[in-house]
T-cell receptor
Framework: AQRVTQPEKLLSVFKGAPVELKCNYSYSGSPELFWYVQYSRQRLQLLLRHISRESIKGFTADLNKGETSFHLKKPFAQEEDSAMYYCALRGTGRRALTFGSGTRLQVQP | EAGVTQFPSHSVIEKGQTVTLRCDPISGHDNLYWYRRVMGKEIKFLLHFVKESKQDESGMPNNRFLAERTGGTYSTLKVQPAELEDSGVYFC?????????FGEGSRLTVL
């Protein structure tokens, strides 16, 4: 079975502060990990994936297989980062994604 | 190019009634997925079509839910009869290779 856990329902920070949204997963094989984001009144969209190893909008995420984590980080939060963030996993041989319950990030001015 | 479109955006029905949700994927996308988000919980996988075939329907909660994708284009998800616990937002997504592209969701409220 595969599972994605996002322990924080809400994370509130001030503009300019560092952000870390936690994601832990449970999967016996080698998963693909993703972060999806839903801004207010917009549809869910891909933010980044671990295999790309890229930084999108200042966000990065590193897959830590030892800790089975894929935390999303940004050194300096911006107000426009306020959104709902979902961590997702794709297992080997399966195209569908398994999502976590999401973390709402609130960046205050 | 149009993205994934879903209809209706919001449906309010009474327990026991039937509702049909529709999803039009991005043109040319063979993979179509249905997901559901119940308030405060995770986005849960329902099923996956490849063209018109059901590739994985392990997430369908029970036989009150019926999904079809005739001709491999648009898909419908019918709930019959609806129960209170079916309330939530139903998302459709499509993909060709890796990235999933989501629709705006259909909010279902069962009273």
């Amino acid at each position: 079975a595969q599972r994605v856990t996002q322990p924080e329902k809400l994370l509130s920070v001030f503009k300019g502060a560092p952000v870390e949204l936690k994601c832990n997963y449970s999967y016996s094989g080698s998963p693909e990990l993703f972060w999806y984001v839903q801004y207010s009144r917009q549809r869910l969209q891909l933010l980044l994936r671990h295999i790309s190893r890229e930084s999108i909008k200042g966000f990065t995420a590193d897959l830590n297989k030892g800790e089975t984590s894929f935390h999303l980080k940004k050194p300096f939060a911006q107000e426009e980062d306020s959104a709902m963030y979902y961590c997702a996993l794709r297992g080997t041989g399966r195209r569908a994604l398994t999502f976590g319950s999401g973390t709402r990030l609130q960046v205050q001015p | 190019e149009a993205g994934v479109t879903q209809f209706p955006s919001h449906s309010v029905i009474e327990k026991g009634q039937t509702v049909t949700l529709r999803c039009d994927p991005i043109s040319g996308h063979d993979n179509l997925y249905w997901y559901r988000r119940v308030m405060g919980k995770e986005i849960k996988f329902l099923l996956h079509f490849v063209k018109e075939s059901k590739q994985d329907e392990s997430g369908m909660p029970n036989n009150r839910f019926l999904a079809e994708r005739t001709g491999g284009t648009y898909s419908t998800l019918k709930v019959q009869p609806a129960e209170l616990e079916d309330s939530g937002v139903y998302f459709c997504a499509s993909s060709q290779t890796g990235e999933l592209f989501f629709g705006e969701g259909s909010r279902l409220t069962v009273l």
